[in-house]
């Protein structure tokens, strides 16, 4: 999971800054670039930003493995 988390940093920061690590050939950096710049990605992209911005949803147990009625019952 730490790999997976600090290759997504990685890729984001690539992203972002527009110019590919020594690492990845020319040949997959020129294809990464046509798939971010595809509409479904932005669409995507987007979608997922706002999930994560949001207030609602089923995400917003954050206890723990407490369960809603002991997090009542302390507070």
């Known amino acids: 999971m730490r790999a997976a988390k600090r290759l997504?940093?990685?890729m984001?920061?690539?992203r972002n800054k527009g110019a590919p690590?020594?690492?990845?050939r020319e040949d997959l950096w020129a294809r990464l670039v046509e798939f971010w710049q595809q509409e479904d990605f932005k669409k995507l992209k987007q979608v997922?930003?706002?999930n994560r911005i949001s207030s609602?949803?089923?995400s917003?147990?954050?206890g723990g493995s407490t369960t809603y009625e002991a997090t009542r019952e302390r507070m």
Not at 21 to 24: K, L
């Open 21 to 24: 690590h020594g690492w990845i």
């Open 12 to 14: 984001h920061g690539i």
């Open 60 to 62: 917003l147990h954050t």
């Open 56 to 58: 609602t949803g089923g």
């Open 48 to 50: 997922n930003k706002r």
């Open 8 to 10: 997504r940093e990685i």
